[in-house]
Every structure is written in C-alpha cells, then in structure tokens.
C-alpha cells in the first residue's frame, strides 16, 4: 500500500507500508480522492502544535473512498460502496463525549494527524464512523466533507438567524465553504472580504453576493473569520452590528494575538465564538446536506493531481495562483 509520509522536517516521502488485519469492527477502504490544505503545510514542516501530531505520519483528512473489505463483525457495508469517515476518533466516555462534544473529547485521536490517514491506496477505520454517499453526489463534493463539517460545527454553535446579514472573511476552501453553507440558514445576503481578485469567481459559485478585497463599510450580523488574520478580526469586531457574533474559525498561527476593545465588545452586546474541529452531529448533518441533494461542492475541487505527483502538489498548495481551490490527489485511477 502506497503510503504519502510527512516526517515533520519537511521531509514528505511516497512510502510501501505493510496491510494490517482487520479487527472484526475494522473496514479497510481505498481512497478515490483525497484533499490535502494548509493544515497538511503545517504537519508538513512540523509547524504544527505538536500535542495534534505523532511522527512519522501518512497525511490525509479530507477524503472519500470505496469499501475494499468488512471486518467479521461489520454488515452493513457492500464492497464498492463509496464512503466518507469521521476523521476525529472520539472515545465515546469521557464527559465531553457524553454531552455530545466530541470534537473536544479528551482523548485527541484524528486520521491524518495521530493515526494513518487517506492519502495512501487504503485506510483501515473503524465501521462505527464511516457514512454512506449518495449516487448523486459527486466525488469533489464527497471529499470535501470534512473541511465543510469545521464549518457546519462553527455554523451550529452561533445559529445564525434567518434573513443575517453575513460577512466571510477570508477567500481560501473554508472561507467559500462556508459561504456556502451558511445558505442552509437562510441568509438575506452573504458578503466575502478576500485577498485576491482572482478568487471572484470561485466565491460567486459559492454564493457570495459581493466580493471585496478591501474593508467594506457595511455592518453584518454575523461574521465568519477564515482567514486567520489578525489585523482583520480585530476590524471585524467593529463591522458588527449592536448584538452581532463573530465566528472564529481561522487559525492566526501559535503565539498571535490581537486587539479588541472590550467596551465595545460589552456596549454593543457582541458574541465572539471559536470553533473546533467537528462533532459527530456536525460531521452527520453535513453528509445529510450533500446527500440529500441540498449541497454541491464540485466547483471547488480546481487542482488534480496523483499520489505519485505529491511534490508538484504541495508547491501547488503553497502558491498556486488563484483561482485556486481545493487541491485533491486522484487515487487508484
Ligand atoms: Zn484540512
Ligand atoms: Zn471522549
């Protein structure tokens, strides 16, 4: 089984690893795509925190696959079956867990980061985590499930009402996620302050109904930060209307921090939200959206490449020119 490593230095390497029995409750799939983001970047040269990460790690936690083989015990599952699986392995006990924050379980275990991920030719998950996709659904949408999930987990924590106005900072795959997944909650308009005029037309698909590169001087109800800079959120505290919530969702980098002015924060009523990760409800929500018709993320998907081809995909991923969206590795094809 064909293996993509990271080993934390930089190094990146196309390893043979060994197949495993499966456990009776185990399915192994074989990834079709497999998406690869700045997160991958950071395992990549080690630059992520290292309490998230065990070295040397196959990448990859953003994908679909197909069912190649089911534990004794499994069932339900036909061989071929296309499939996506919850990435985040929760324990299931811990308090958390039990109030249904299981993307804050104590125990942090995730495919990709601190078990072997999908951008190999197979993965060997637990049946308990692995969803069903619909015929209808493409493939690009379908390996777009976890990086949507992050914006479905942060949507439900600040439940945007119907008519928000709503402002996505950041023009990169979370930032057009979640304009368009905010659609769900009826919206009376969706406004995206990106970076590069390139990205226009890729936040038009999305449905943005006005993209800028500059600070507008409108006020939302609601702004979703995606993209990490600090100087930004700062700014967006002051594009909120009075009683207006900012939803965090961007990663500033270790050790950044920002200025807010906190009378204002009070005065005006004002709610700041992180978001982490995704429950199980998050991750169960998101497959009911593209399955049941109600989501589409195949214009997302603008890179392709094979796992053979990973050098030429991550120089894409750290500098591809815009339009630029999703970068996917194409497996077994
Ligand atoms: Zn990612
Ligand atoms: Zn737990």
Known sequence: MKSLVAHGDGRLSLEECAEVDLLPNEILVAPIATGVCGTDLEIIDGKIDPAFVKYPIVLGHEWCGRVVQVGSAVGLFDLGARVVTEGIIPCGICVECAAGYTNRCTTYDELGFTRAGAAAEGVVVNAKFVHLIADGVTTESAVLVEPT???????????????????????????????????????????????????????????????????????????????????????????????GSLLLLGF???????????????????????????????WEM??????????????LVTHRFRLEEFQEAIDALRGAPSPRGKIIFEIGK
């Open 252 to 282: 500033t980098g270790p050790e950044v921090n920002t200025s807010i002015s906190v009378d204002d924060l009070v005065n005006r009523d004002l709610t700041i939200a992180a978001s982490f990760g995704y429950s199980r409800k998050a």
């Open 286 to 299: 998101t497959v009911g959206f593209l399955n049941s018709g109600k989501l589409d993320l195949t214009f």
């Open 149 to 243: 999930a992050v914006v479905t987990q942060g949507l439900l924590k600040v439940q945007p009402a119907r008519g928000a106005k709503v402002l996505v900072i950041g023009d990169g795959t979370i930032g057009l996620i979640a304009a368009r997944v905010v659609h769900a909650w009826n919206p009376s308009l969706v406004h995206m302050l990106g970076l590069k005029d390139g990205q226009a037309a890729l936040a038009k698909e999305a449905g943005v109904d006005l993209f800028m590169t500059t600070s507008p001087i409108d006020k939302y109800d609601l702004i979703i930060d995606a993209s990490g800079a600090s100087s930004r959120i700062s700014e967006a505290v002051r594009q909120l209307v009075r009683g």
